[in-house]
């Protein structure tokens, strides 16, 4: 368990949103009386959730008061927790409430440094009983995830992508959330053969008919050189799914041959990928 708490304004909810990503179960804003049973719930489910995170902080009013004395019966139940604080600089709380617009949940005079000053009073303690301290002054979005990730997940950056290679036929529409979309409708089609029009690219006979043209081969290795060059980008750039889509004329053949070969060297290289085939079913 990983109790998020902080300053308003550092930045607990982009913190609770990366968290979720790397496959935390989140709760924003849980009254600490709360936490010893929503946890004890948590590994009654099915899932046997192990990984949660919680925000906690001043918003809570009278609830929060009883944090201390809940942390000491976490210990007592025998389960695991962290504490994450989030601070950052007076001036930039200040202008991040300006220009968010936004009350401080102390707020009872229209002053923003002052309820600043007394929410760093109130939080002092707790502060003190952090295991980790992240001061986001200075830090973007995607800085403050990378910080979550290497105190938080045993995962590699890289396992963070979630990629799905997806085959699909022109005749049915591009599929919408794609982030690449290929089109291979100029190599050579087993459609047009007799024996191979009724299988799909998953059977071996066309799977090699498609790979037997060095035009396929050279379209292969052009490609994926262009997606290992691009996903550590994405990967950089903080993406989390990442969608190819390979399309044919009807998402039966060489889409399919094309959409299994790219997944397998991409799981090769230890990517986190799903095949899917879109058309393959379907009846022209």
């Known amino acids: 368990m990983v109790i998020v708490t902080g300053l308003s304004g550092a930045g607990k909810t982009q913190a609770l949103r990366h968290l979720e990503d790397m496959g935390y179960f989140c709760v924003d804003n849980l009254p600490p009386t709360l936490i010893p049973k929503f946890a004890e719930l948590c590994a009654q489910t099915n899932r046997g959730i192990s990984n949660m995170a919680l925000v906690v902080d001043i918003r809570g009013g009278e609830f929060f008061q009883a944090l201390s004395e809940v942390l000491e019966q976490l210990k007592q139940y025998g389960i695991k927790y962290e504490i994450l604080y989030l601070e950052a600089s007076d001036d930039v709380l200040v202008r991040r409430y300006k220009e968010s617009r936004r009350r401080h949940p102390l707020d009872t005079h229209g002053e923003v440094l002052p309820n600043i000053h007394e929410e760093r009073m109130l939080l002092a303690e707790i502060r003190g009983q952090a295991d980790k301290i992240i001061d986001t002054s200075n830090l973007k979005s995607q800085e403050l995830k990378d910080k979550l990730i290497d105190l938080f997940s045993s995962e590699t950056a890289s396992s963070q992508l979630l990629i799905s290679v ?60 262009l997606v290992e060059f691009l996903i550590p980008r994405y990967i950089d750039e903080g993406k989390t799914t990442l969608m190819i889509a390979i399309g044919c004329t009807g998402g039966m053949h060489r889409s399919v041959a094309l959409a299994n070969r790219l997944g397998e060297i991409l799981q090769n290289k230890e990517y986190r990928v799903a095949v899917i085939h879109r058309d393959i079913n379907r009846v022209s």
């Open 166 to 225: 997806i085959s699909f036929g022109f005749k049915y529409g591009i599929p919408l959330d794609s982030d690449l979309v290929i089109d291979v409708r100029f190599l050579p089609n087993p459609f047009y053969d007799p024996a191979m029009r009724p299988l799909s690219g998953n059977e071996p006979v066309v799977r090699d008919f498609v790979f037997n043209s060095p035009v396929t081969i050279e379209f292969m290795e052009k490609f994926t050189d």
